[in-house]
């Protein structure tokens, strides 16, 4: 596929769109839908502003979002705890959501952005636990996406 024809994510309707697609396929995720359909009991409708708030900050430079991420997920953790497996997987999901749609710096930069935010948030997470570290996290650009998976 060609990437130049793709347009790149440059507007708040880009994100919104791609966090819709991105949510469709985690939600219906067997690794990682449960704890946003069963743990979160996350309302998209709700939770669709915030997060495109945060993805508008980090990539469009605004100052959208006023919060903290790392105070939802570690809510979450310590009801049902988030692995390396979780966040890797949320990884994949979002490239995958971007690739084929969406091409340029800013959606490089979604990309290499997801991928800190998972090893940073799963740090932060395990500094708690006695292993610590980054708990066998595998940075995702050394994964190969298999088709339908």
Do not use: C
């Not at 995720?29 to 997060?51: K, M, N, Q, S, Y």
């Not at 340029?104 to 570290?133: H, N, Y």
């Amino acid at each position: 596929m060609d990437t130049e024809a793709l347009p790149d994510i440059t507007t708040r309707d880009d994100l919104e769109r791609a966090l819709r697609r991105f949510y469709r396929a985690a939600f219906a995720d067997p690794l990682i839908g449960p704890f946003f359909t069963e743990v979160a009991r996350l309302d998209l409708e709700a939770h669709l502003p915030r997060i495109t708030d945060f993805w508008e900050s980090a990539l469009l430079r605004t100052a959208a979002y006023r919060g903290n991420a790392l105070a939802p997920h570690a809510a979450l953790h310590a009801v049902a705890p988030l692995t390396a497996a979780h966040f890797g997987r949320w990884v994949q999901l979002w490239r995958a959501t971007l690739d084929g749609r969406h091409a340029g710096p800013v959606t490089e930069r979604a990309k290499d952005r997801s991928q800190r935010i998972a090893a940073a948030m799963l740090r932060r997470l395990d500094a708690g636990d006695t292993g610590g570290g980054t708990g066998g996290f595998v940075p995702l650009s050394a994964v190969r996406l298999a088709s339908g998976h």
